[in-house]
């Protein structure tokens, strides 16, 4: 395999880049191969050699605790579980919730062999134990996989005082219901609020 065809391949192994957009990105960075790779390189380098996950949230950053653990205008008593890092980016970008995080690492799974102790439940239930949570927003997929995950850390903090929410679920903004699917028009309908 020649050079060019092994940098299309390993862009194409980037999760949502296919060959088409592999081959694009391989030529855009070889047309311009002296102000792209290097500082690409570079930065790629770096991120391997520094990023590394949050050991109280979970999160990926190149400090621990990360830099939204140790802000000090957030909320430590409501914590926000979601299923990945990149959970945690899309409600950064909302601006909307100012509370602190835990990333599970994933869902509960038997298909794929993923039970509780291969995601960071344990962990959740020490913080919630040390610090002063009164707020555990469940912020998992409505998928089968994360609604049974919300389940199971919910049994798990049965008989205690820590409230527990999830996400409103059902049409998003700007929605028509004529392309909605049935399981988002059920949860929109069961979840209605006064108007």
């Not at 395999?1 to 081959?23: F, H, Q, T, W, Y």
Request: aromatic letters at 4%; hydrophobic letters at 40%; proline letters at 5%.
């Amino acid at each position: 395999m020649n050079a060019i065809d092994m940098l299309i391949a390993e862009l194409a192994r980037l999760p949502g880049v296919g060959p088409r957009s592999a081959r694009r990105l391989a030529l855009h960075l070889l047309k311009q191969k002296v102000k792209t790779i290097p500082p690409l390189v570079a930065a790629l380098s770096r991120a391997q050699e520094a990023v590394q996950s949050c050991s109280q949230c979970g999160a990926l950053d190149d400090v621990d605790p990360c830099r939204i653990c140790t802000q000090p205008n957030r909320d430590p008593s409501i914590i926000c579980v979601v299923e990945e890092v990149a959970d945690v980016w899309a409600m950064e970008r909302s601006g909307a919730f100012r509370g602190r995080y835990h990333v599970l690492g994933g869902t509960l799974s038997a298909i794929d062999g993923r039970g509780p102790e291969q995601l960071r439940i344990e962990p959740l239930l020490e913080r919630i134990g040390q610090d002063g949570v009164t707020e555990l927003i469940l912020a998992l997929s409505a998928t089968m996989a994360g609604q049974t995950t919300a389940h199971y850390v919910a049994e798990r903090l049965g008989g205690s005082t820590v409230a527990i929410t999830r996400l409103a679920q059902g049409i998003p903004m700007g929605g028509e219901l004529d392309y909605m699917d049935d399981g988002t028009l059920s949860a929109a309908l069961s979840a209605r609020v006064s108007y």
